[in-house]
């Protein structure tokens, strides 16, 4: 049983387009990262949240944590080719270890 | 300043071979994790260190794999007895804390995998 459940698995979309991907549980998260993956690499965190309710924003990328802090979300505003890659989801239990528990990733391919 | 270093980038072991991979951390992070990562799939949690004190091993899928990291530095992901489904992508990563939500800096992994 995967524990955080991240949707959709494969995404293509054209250059343009908005784009959502979610990442739920039914466990409580200190906090919640998202990463983005490229082939041949590893994982680059992109943001960190820890209030429930938060939401930041990183230039077209929005990301939002759940008011009880099971769930969060990637909102894509007007997606471009560069934004190909593999996008994970990735939540701390608890704030006294680091222990990373991902989601299952969104492969996300944007046409040009 | 350089990244988290790992080596070798690409290794492919006959079944039943012992292997060892390395992991050149960021220096002066107190916090080393070791994951295992499936072909598209998200990484799953190994093991990790808060300098040469193993933590957590409970993501060790068996007596086979062994982590150590003697000086608190590198640290050595050693399989023995590779199986097939020991074939996958081995990222680590390293922290400058050990708290919960601290960044953590992957290294490009290698990719094993056992014939």
């Known amino acids: 049983t995967q524990l955080l459940e991240q949707s959709p698995q494969f995404l293509s979309i054209q250059e343009g387009e908005n784009l959502t991907v979610y990442c739920n549980s039914s466990?409580?998260?200190?906090?919640l990262q998202w990463y983005r993956q490229e082939p041949g690499e590893g994982p680059v965190l992109l943001v960190t949240v820890v209030t429930g309710g938060e939401v930041k924003k990183l230039k077209r990328l929005t990301f939002q944590f759940g008011d009880a802090r099971k769930d969060s979300s990637l909102h894509i505003t007007a997606a471009q080719p560069g934004d190909t890659g593999l996008y994970l989801c990735a939540g701390v239990r608890s704030s006294n270890t680091g222990k990373l528990i991902f989601g299952q990733g969104t492969t996300l391919q944007v046409k040009p | 300043g350089a990244g988290v270093s790992q080596s070798p980038r690409y290794k492919v072991a006959k079944r039943g071979q012992d292997v060892a991979l390395r992991c050149d951390p960021i220096?002066?992070?107190?916090?080393l994790f070791w994951y295992q990562q499936a072909l598209g799939q998200g990484p799953e949690f190994l093991t990790y260190?808060?300098?040469?004190?193993?933590?957590?091993k409970s993501g060790l899928p068996s007596d086979r794999f062994f982590a150590e990291r003697p000086e608190g530095s590198v640290s050595t992901l050693k399989i023995q007895r590779t199986q097939q489904e020991d074939s996958a992508v081995y990222l680590c990563a390293s922290s400058l804390e050990l708290a919960g939500g601290r960044e953590q800096f992957f290294g490009p992994g290698t990719r094993l995998t056992v014939l």
């Open positions: 466990s409580v998260f200190s906090s």
């Open positions: 220096s002066g992070h107190v916090s």
């Open positions: 260190f808060q300098n040469e004190a193993q933590l957590d």
